[in-house]
Each structure stands twice: as C-alpha cells, then as structure tokens.
C-alpha cells in the first residue's frame, strides 16, 4: 500500500505565506513523479504544479511566479511553497504522486485565504 499525507493547510492572510508538505509511505520502490491538485466545491480538480523525477517543475499560470514545488527524494516528500496567496486561492489541496506508473492521491488539505 501506498499511502500520502499532506499537512500544513490552515487560514493564511493574502500577502501572508503558507508551505504545504506530503509525505509519501508505503511501497514505494520509485517515484515517477509528484505534485499538487486543488478543488472547490462544483468544479474539476485542478492542476497546481507537478514535478517530475528527473525533470523540471510545471506550474499552473494562475500561480507561476508565486508558488514553488520542491521534493525531498530520499524522504519521499513534496512540498509547495505558497508566498503572496490570493482569495482565489483558497481550495482543498491535494498532494499527487505517480508510483510505478500507478497515480495516488492524498486526502486533501484545507487552505483558506482570508483576512
């Protein structure tokens, strides 16, 4: 079994910063990749950024310039640096990690961006 937990969500004031982490357990003999979705109620979960194992990090243009992805290969984690977040950032994140071709997901944590 394969299992992400993602930690760090919460309340963050626009202008403010947040970092989100995933920790990836399990069965893991290798990683393809990592990354970051996002959801509001009634619409599709979206693309935040991902990175792939041996290549460079992809960011949604909503967040470009602003968010980072970064990974910690040999403790199987992911993080996303969240500096100058906007209302409109606010969603349920969800850490992504691809695994031996196989995609799994985490339960999502919660961050709200209000003042």
């Known amino acids: 079994q394969v299992q992400l937990v993602e930690s760090g969500g919460g309340l963050v004031q626009p202008g403010g910063s947040l970092r989100l982490s995933c920790a990836a357990s399990?069965?893991?003999?290798?990683?393809?990749?990592m990354g970051w979705y996002r959801q509001v109620p009634g619409k599709q979960r979206e693309l935040v950024a991902v990175?792939?194992?041996?290549?460079?990090?992809n960011y949604a243009d909503s967040v470009k310039g602003r968010f980072t992805i970064s990974r910690d290969n040999a403790k199987n984690m992911v993080y996303l640096q969240m500096n100058s977040p906007k209302p409109e950032d606010t969603a349920v994140y969800y850490c992504y990690a691809l695994i031996r071709s196989i995609p799994y997901w985490g339960q999502g944590t919660q961050v709200i961006v209000s003042s």
């Open positions: 990175i792939p194992t041996g290549g460079n990090a």
């Open positions: 399990g069965s893991i003999f290798s990683i393809n990749g």
